[in-house]
């Protein structure tokens, strides 16, 4: 037998597999989708299966490329890990929206739960992982209160170089990191940007920063699997070769065209017809604090890039499901009540695992007591997993839509596959809506009033336009 | 002058502020209310306050005497705090839904953001805080590897004593701390639950364990001003007593009848007149990481109160508005695409403070560079307000509708009126709505079924029925 169909074998045990009959009629009833639903939408899955196809010929989907094209990524990567690791205590990302969400989600994942509290032997000898993805100032400020930075690496991420949350985080850092230290300095810094374009690319050519590419077809909440997602992930000993493993055993699972064999597929069909049943809201709950934080990468994925104001015709449909980040068993005791007695107005995904990574009995102590004694002697894996098919029922009976994705476990193979599956999944949701997923007009009013409101040069127009809105009515403020 | 109106001139510069200019139609355009709408419903409102005083007055809503009646209650976790704070380095809550979210929020709004981070003596000589509201194995595995039992103490939360997830995790820890420490170990337990029923007042009775009193009129998601919030919050160095002084304050803001004057109520209607219009989502959004968990908190207290199945008449009515935790300015990079140009089925809440609790300035180093010079000079503080200001614009000017709710700065008493409002407002939507915002019904279903799994006596019919569902067709899986 070759390698190869060696190591198939070990990753089929290793696949992610995707139950959608609590999504069907003939389980949930009226709130369900009929097959014949799906049958009729033939020729539109068509033309979407037709349209991703182009896009990913013609270069307009690059970010399916990642899996393939990365080798010497990947060898730059972990050589400059290998190179700094033993010099930094302290890896911290100045990023927000995908420059962050893809890195948090991915260490939670992968690591321990408790990682920067670990030693730095017990980390296997990697730094502990800061990520600074928001501009409230007690945040930056606090983060001195526990950091060296003279044992501190600061990664700035952001392709144009201007945004203004990381760039003015990484003014901050850059003066502060001169001050203290001077021309050591530059070795506290590495950027991660474009290759040719943008502001912080000349920057960290004339400063002789380290910097890795975030290539240019690849848009910021689809770039996890570029360096934006590689480097801090590598920097915390994670296999980030497996994690594109995962991803390109995923991309052979969403090649074919039999929709009822292809999950990223069926993943986006089922929501389009959920969203055209009003079910407005989608769901993502994992039952394992380890994935906590996919659903807040998957709510940027799935939110940007489905919430569009137009379609492709230019025609206003002002689509998009709500991506909502709840946690199993936990948001049992906050949010299932609302999912099984509220409108029918969401599709759940439930994110299953089979082997956690560690186990714990409850002992046998209260057999006397009935609301106890049953625990006893079961694990604690027995008991969430049993939590979780408890609810899965609850919520089919009450006849609420709900779907289960399932990890074997959680490691960089399976993550890698989970990713790619949501990226794919949300690049046919758009087709099917007929909108583009890769763009996002809808946040550039906000960052023009801000200009205005800043006085910057340019934004004259919006200043005054700014001035001129309505004075608010003090009888609307209690 | 009296010292009490000293207390109140004091108060009165920290009021929190509710502005709902950019929910009326004058602003907001033909998605917002109306105010003849309001106008139209006074029946219903008045029908709405009666309610609520004759509950209040009957002891139906326990939880609004709380910041009056605890006197006692507060001296008693005082002194308990004082007396052991020297012993312990780690205070862990084992604690699910409503006896682990406002922990979580308090301790994440007052402290320093890395708290568990700092030394003892930077802690002002309080405990670490961590809040297990999970049964993933692998988090109370994770959370030995980084505690030393010895100086640990562990916080019990649950009313009845027969919440699973919490008693399986005190089940475990009880046995670890007795053989580790023997005859110790009851100093390392200390118990929040009812004063006479459920199944861990007589285990604390008997195993001679300190405890706390959840009163018996309270229920979990309003309990976050009993002792399940207050001990953890003191235990870290909290002012517990600004806390209940902030719910007072507000508490009077919303006696009012004159509904234009009354926070709560208005919160209330405007969210009852959405639901009509089809917002089904609430979306809760600070501008500042401390307030990032009030939104979990509130997911819970208003999914849960709201998410009902029957109206008080038994009629069937399925109602509830979902709740989405955001958090700006991070999510303009993530969530605002789809807020400004998806569906208008949101009703928007943003949460801003006018005084952060310290400043960064950003220096004035690339003034030549257009999309970065505008930034010297400036501090993150205003540049965070001013994207939160830009952020309402831009949503404003999509037609999507929203306001603001603004804190002076984050501190015990503007918390104290902020949990206290959002209560007195669930409370009020919940009579608009005509369901038992008090009860959760719903969660029952789960239970039950997860009980019969496991085999428990008493659950054999259950057993039945779940022994007779459908099997799973290999079809709807991938």
């Not at 979407?48 to 990524?73: C, F, I």
């Not at 893809?102 to 992982?129: D, M, T």
């Not at 934004?459 to 005054?464: G, I, L, P, R, W």
């Amino acid at each position: 037998m070759s390698k190869q169909f060696e190591k198939k074998d070990w990753q089929d045990s290793m696949r992610v597999r995707f139950d959608f009959n609590n999504m069907m009629t003939s389980y949930v009833g009226e709130s369900g989708i009929n097959e014949s639903e799906i049958a009729d939408m033939e020729l539109q899955i068509e033309k979407a299966e037709k349209a991703m196809k182009e896009k990913r010929a013609n270069g307009g989907m690059d970010w399916r490329e990642l899996p393939y094209n990365q080798t010497e990524v990947v060898k730059d990567i972990n050589e400059y890990v290998n190179s700094v690791k033993d010099e930094f205590e302290t890896f911290v990302v100045l990023g927000i929206g995908g420059s962050a969400l893809g890195p948090i989600a991915v260490q939670q994942a992968i690591n321990h739960p408790y990682y920067n509290e670990l030693s730095k032997e017990k980390r296997g000898g990697y730094p502990k992982l800061y990520v600074m993805d928001n501009i409230d100032p007690e945040k930056l400020v606090s983060l001195f209160d526990i950091v060296d930075l003279e044992t501190t690496l600061f990664n700035v991420i952001t392709k144009s170089g201007s945004t203004s949350e990381t760039m003015s985080q990484f003014m901050i850092i850059k003066e502060i990191l001169e001050e203290k230290l001077g021309e050591k300095a530059k070795k506290h810094i590495v950027c991660t940007t474009d290759a040719k374009n943008g502001n912080l690319r000349p920057i960290a050519d004339k400063e002789g920063y380290k910097s890795f590419i975030i290539p240019a077809g690849v848009g910021g909440r689809f770039s996890e699997l570029t360096p934006v997602g590689l480097l801090p992930a590598a920097m915390c000993g994670i296999d980030i070769e497996q994690l594109l493993a995962g991803a390109a055993y995923m991309d052979e699972l969403c090649k074919t065209d039999n929709t009822f064999k292809n999950p990223a597929s069926m993943y986006a069909i089922l929501n389009y017809l959920g969203m055209k049943k009003g079910k407005n809201i989608s769901v993502v709950m994992p039952y394992t604090d380890s994935l906590k934080y996919i659903g807040d990468w998957y709510a940027q994925l799935w939110a940007e890039s489905l919430g569009k104001k137009y379609d492709n015709e230019g025609k206003v449909v002002n689509v998009g499901q709500t991506p909502v980040r709840a946690l199993g068993a936990t948001d049992q005791h906050s949010q299932v009540q609302l999912y099984a007695e509220g409108p029918k107005d969401k599709v759940i995904v439930f994110v299953g695992v089979n082997n956690y990574k560690t186990s714990l009995t409850i002992p046998n102590i209260y057999s006397d007591i009935p609301s106890l004694g049953f625990l006893g002697g079961a694990t604690h894996n027995k008991l969430i997993q049993t939590e979780q098919m408890a609810t899965e029922y609850a919520l089919l009976k009450a006849g609420q839509s709900n779907m289960t994705i399932t990890l074997p476990e959680v490691n960089e193979f399976t993550l890698g596959q989970l990713l790619y599956l949501f990226e794919v999944a949300t690049g046919f949701a758009g087709e099917l809506l007929n909108i583009n997923a890769f763009d996002q007009p809808g946040v550039e009013e906000g960052k023009n009033a801000t200009y205005a409101m800043f006085g910057r040069p340019g934004y004259e127009e919006k200043k005054e336009e700014l001035d001129k809105r309505p004075e608010k009515n003090d009888k609307y403020i209690i």
